[in-house]
């Protein structure tokens, strides 16, 4: 199975901020690449899917990026409603696999 | 809007067999653009892709569960189900059913997910 190793497992940031967090799949994957947002006891939300395309609804403040084996999901001005735990997904092949997962906390 | 909803029991005993259903409203689960899927989180963990099923009953499980998982669809029903047999006590989790679509050109996004139901294996 592709192994996906995500980081920071956790970051602490403030409003406004930039936060970046990436994958490195342990195979080239293309560009098959989805990001996931996760607050406490709710079920995860897609915000990116491919890499780069941003999910109807998703404010454009979430942009994704990358090729290959590593990727970047960058937050531009971290707004409140986005600290929450968030997740790469590599759908190239299956078994689909999820990376750890970070945390974005308030600083 | 497509909505999807899990069902069964939040308690099994260990060495039992697991077994959730998840109703597709909004929508038919005969959609060709879709595949569905289970996925799983421990308390306190990641997430894990149990497997996938496709209307057609195609499937793909995860090898490191695939020699106690069987999924199935019910078009009729519009439902789809998991059975996970043997539990212990790590199979202990939150379990979410998902629609995971095909956008055409090779991309996809799991853009709908069951709110997620609680299963304890306990004795």
């Known amino acids: 199975a592709i192994q996906m190793t995500q980081s920071p497992s956790s970051l602490s940031a403030s409003v406004g901020d930039r936060a970046i967090i990436t994958c490195r799949a342990s195979?080239?994957?293309?560009?098959?690449l989805g990001w996931y947002q996760q607050k406490p006891g709710k079920a995860p939300k897609v915000l990116i899917y491919?890499?780069?395309y941003l999910q109807s609804g998703v404010p454009s403040r979430f942009s994704g990026s990358g090729s290959g084996t590593d990727f970047t999901l960058t937050i531009s001005g971290l707004q409140p409603e986005d600290f929450a735990t968030y997740y790469c997904?590599?759908?190239?092949?299956?078994?689909?696999?999820f990376g750890g997962g970070t945390r974005v906390e308030i600083k | 809007q497509l909505q999807l909803q899990e069902s069964g029991p939040g308690l099994v005993k260990p060495s039992e067999t697991l077994s959730l259903t998840c109703t597709v409203s909004?929508?038919?689960?005969?959609?060709?653009?879709?595949?569905w899927g289970w996925i799983r989180q421990p308390p306190g963990k990641g997430l894990e892709w149990i497997g996938t099923?496709?209307?057609?009953?195609?499937?793909n499980y995860n090898p490191s569960l695939k020699s106690r998982v069987t999924m199935s669809v019910d078009t009729s029903k519009n439902q789809f189900s998991l059975r996970l047999s043997s539990v212990t006590a790590a199979d202990t989790a939150v379990y979410y059913c998902?629609?995971?679509?095909?956008?055409?050109?090779?991309?996809?996004?799991?853009?709908?997910w069951g709110q997620g139901t609680t299963v304890t294996v306990s004795s």
């Open positions: 909004g929508g038919s689960i005969s959609s060709r653009s879709y595949y």
């Open positions: 491919a890499t780069s």
């Open positions: 099923i496709y209307y057609s009953g195609s499937t």
């Open positions: 997904l590599q759908d190239y092949e299956y078994p689909l696999t």
């Open positions: 998902a629609g995971r679509q095909n956008y055409g050109s090779g991309r996809y996004g799991v853009d709908v």
């Open positions: 195979q080239d994957i293309r560009n098959d």
